[in-house]
């Protein structure tokens, strides 16, 4: 499957942002998708994930409460609606896919998308 992240930008602190990935390719509905970040100078940290149903979510303590994932698996779309963002959130945000459900191990996703940007100015 292929993903494309898209919807990154810059946002004052406190503000919002949807984010958008696009899959194409294999069956959409039969991958759980994630989405993680990287800061720079950081390593990949992950930020929530949504069961290919998408009746099952997780998040990463950092941004629990603030961020919702949800997906369309009609359009083959997932989305990450980022609210009250604080400037730890800037990062380079990606989309992946996996066949199992996994929180937080990146290496158990088998496809990844380019990465959108998401800077937050305090």
């Known amino acids: 499957v292929q993903l494309q992240a898209f919807g990154g930008g810059l946002v004052q602190a406190g503000g919002s942002l949807r984010l958008s990935c696009a899959a194409c390719?294999?069956?959409?509905?039969?991958?759980?998708m994630g989405w993680f970040r990287q800061a720079p100078g950081k390593e990949r940290e992950f930020v929530a994930v949504?069961?290919?149903?998408?009746?099952?979510?997780d998040y990463a303590d950092s941004v629990k409460g603030r961020f919702t994932i949800s997906r369309d698996n009609v359009k083959n779309m997932v989305y990450l609606q980022m609210n009250s963002l604080k400037p730890e959130d800037t990062a380079v945000y990606y989309c992946?896919?996996?066949?199992?459900?996994?929180?937080?191990?990146?290496?158990?996703?088998?496809?990844w998308g380019q990465g959108t940007l998401v800077t937050v100015s305090s």
């Open positions: 992946a896919a996996a066949s199992f459900y996994t929180i937080s191990r990146d290496t158990a996703y088998e496809y």
């Open positions: 390719g294999r069956i959409f509905s039969t991958y759980h």
């Open positions: 949504i069961s290919r149903n998408g009746y099952s979510t």
